[in-house]
Structure formats: C-alpha cells, structure tokens
C-alpha cells in the first residue's frame, strides 16, 4: 500500500522528534523481539523447575529466581515497548508460566508510574512471579477446565492464595513480606476478595499493585473457557464492573500507564486503516502513536509507518479490533 499522509516511515521524511524517537525506540524493540522471547522461555524454565521443587517440598532456589526477576525487570524497566511481545506469544511451556512473568511485566510498569526503587522492583517482580505457585498444588482437570466451575470447584481454587503463602515461607523459606503478595493478591479494595476478606489499607501496597496487573493479563490472555478479551475490553471492565475491586489511585495510574486502548491494541481508524497503538499518551487517550498494519482494503504495508493521531486531527480510533479480524498475526508482525 501507498504511504498514507502523515505516516512516517523510519529514515524518511521531516517528522517532530517526538515521533522521530518513538521510531528509533519502536526500530530497537523489534530487533531486540527475539532475545526477549528467548529470555521469557529461558527465564519461564527455571520458574517452572523452582516451583515443581517448592510443591514437591525440595530445596528451593530463592536466588535462581530473584536472578530472573533481575533480567526481567532490567530489561522491561528500560523498554517498556518489549511488553508488545507479550501479545501473541506463543509460548511452548505452561500457561500459569507465563501468566506469572506477563503479570509480573505489567504490575513493573505500575510501580514504575508509583517511583518504586529498582531494589523494590526486583522484589516486586519476584513476589508476583511466585504469587500463584499454590495453583500448582490445584489438580490439574480443575484448573484447566474449559467449562464453567463447580461450587466446589471454585472453593478448591480459592485455596491458592493460603496454599501459596504456606509454601513459600515454610519451604521455600521466603520473606514473609514477599510471600504476602501471594496471600492477598486476591483480595479486594471494597472487602469482597478472599481468603481474608482484607479491604482497602489493610491489603499490602505490593498487593494491590498485583491485583490490578493479575486481573488485566488474566482477562488479555486465552483461557481453556473462553477466549481473551481485547485490551479494550479488559481495561473497561476493569473500570467499570470490577472497579470497586482495586486501590482507586492505583488504578488510576494503571490507567494513566496504559491507557483505555492499551500498548499492543489493534484499533480501526476513521479511514479504515487497521492499526496497533504503540506509544499512548496518558493526557490524551484517544490519540495515540499507532503503527499501521493494513490499508483499507486489508492488505499489509510495504513498510514500517507510524502515524501520530494528535497531529493527524482528521484521523480517530473508531473501534477495537481482533487480530484475527484483522488478519494481523501479533507474534510475527509486532
């Protein structure tokens, strides 16, 4: 397809260095796409070994993944945009895996936007990446049923968050002050989350940080029940129907980070252009930096185009869209 007016590609044309940078920021994560996905298997491996050795009641290695939290967060904290290649990713081990680091990469992101330390960020993502370990302890026809639960059922999964916390500090001989992020993670502001029924100040900060990112990746991801929901969709049900659920200012600045069409999310444009937001911008959330992915007769661009919806006024978001829809596959054309 022709370049669309106002869409910059990388190397051409006068684009304001705003756009000019996201570029070069956008050029840098694609090159870097692969080495990531290889870090989240390698990184997913070893979370995998070290928890099988917790449920089994084995020496447990806190280093190997404090180690992992480490890469994660250093690579993550300094390019956001690899959280792009979480969408779509085909990742060849267990689904609780890499639901673990998918979190783990957005509540990152959250206490970025709260100033944590890179020393409380480590801890963070270690907490988060261990927080649903006691779903492990769940069998497994239970937590992978492609079917509504039981009462039952659902009172066996709500044993995790205790079961967890049990396991880390007891075998796995985890600070208390970490392992709480798997007692509480699904606890709710308003007092309606369980096992303790804990409501607003009485939850952890670290917790209600991992409330947020658990419930958001949970809803993006496919599940063996239903299938995943648009960014879109998430981030509104999240403001909506499940609000009372979650630390209000934290959820704001959640918001704020990631904004109603989130980084990642496939949109259709006023002239029929399906695009993918890669840059948001929290004071204007409807005008996002986007990377146009197939013209108005559903064919791909011949090149790499950026278009900034706050300069390019006669274009909008009019929808969200599904990748299939779209004919855009996320994990190789990302």
Same mark, same amino acid.
């Given at each position: 397809a022709a370049r669309p007016p106002g869409a910059v590609p990388p190397g051409g044309g006068a684009a304001d260095p705003e756009l000019r940078q996201m570029l070069a920021d956008y050029d840098a994560f694609r090159k870097s796409k692969r080495n990531f996905r290889n870090l989240v298997i390698e990184c997913g491996e070893t979370l995998q070994t070290n928890i099988q050795t917790l449920i089994d009641g084995k020496a447990f290695d806190n280093q190997s993944i404090m180690r992992v939290a480490v890469r994660l967060v250093d690579e993550i904290a300094a390019r956001n945009l690899l959280l792009l290649a979480f969408h779509g990713m085909r990742y060849p081990g267990s689904a609780q895996i890499f639901h673990a680091m998918h979190a783990g990469a957005y509540g990152l992101l959250l206490a970025q936007a709260l100033g944590y330390s890179r020393p409380k960020l480590q801890e963070l993502m270690f907490a988060m990446l261990l927080m649903d370990c006691g779903m492990f302890r769940v069998p497994g026809h239970v937590r992978e049923k492609n079917a509504e639960l039981s009462e039952a059922e659902r009172a066996t999964i709500k044993t995790h968050p205790l079961v967890g916390y049990q396991l880390l500090v007891k075998n796995g001989k985890v600070k208390a002050s970490l392992a709480t992020v798997a007692l509480q993670h699904h606890e709710a502001f308003d007092g309606g989350g369980y096992p303790q029924s804990l409501k607003s100040g009485? $939850?952890?900060?670290? @917790?209600? $940080?991992?409330?947020? @990112?658990d419930c958001y990746t949970a809803m993006i991801e496919k599940r063996a029940h239903r299938k995943a929901f648009l960014p879109y969709d998430a981030m509104k049900h999240m403001l909506s129907a499940q609000m009372n659920r979650f630390d209000p200012k934290m959820l704001r600045a959640f918001l704020g980070r990631i904004s109603i069409y989130p980084l990642g999310s496939l949109v259709q444009l006023s002239n029929n252009h399906a695009a993918m937001v890669v840059a948001c911008r929290p004071d204007k959330p409807l005008r996002p930096i986007v990377r146009l992915m197939r013209d108005d007769k559903g064919l791909p661009f011949s090149s790499i185009l950026l278009v900034d919806l706050m300069k390019e006024t006669d274009q909008y978001i009019v929808r969200a869209l599904e990748a299939?829809?779209?004919?855009?596959?996320?994990?190789?054309?990302t």
């Open positions: 009485q $939850i952890e900060e670290t @917790a209600r $940080i991992a409330a947020i @990112a299939s829809s779209a004919g855009v596959d996320l994990e190789s054309e």
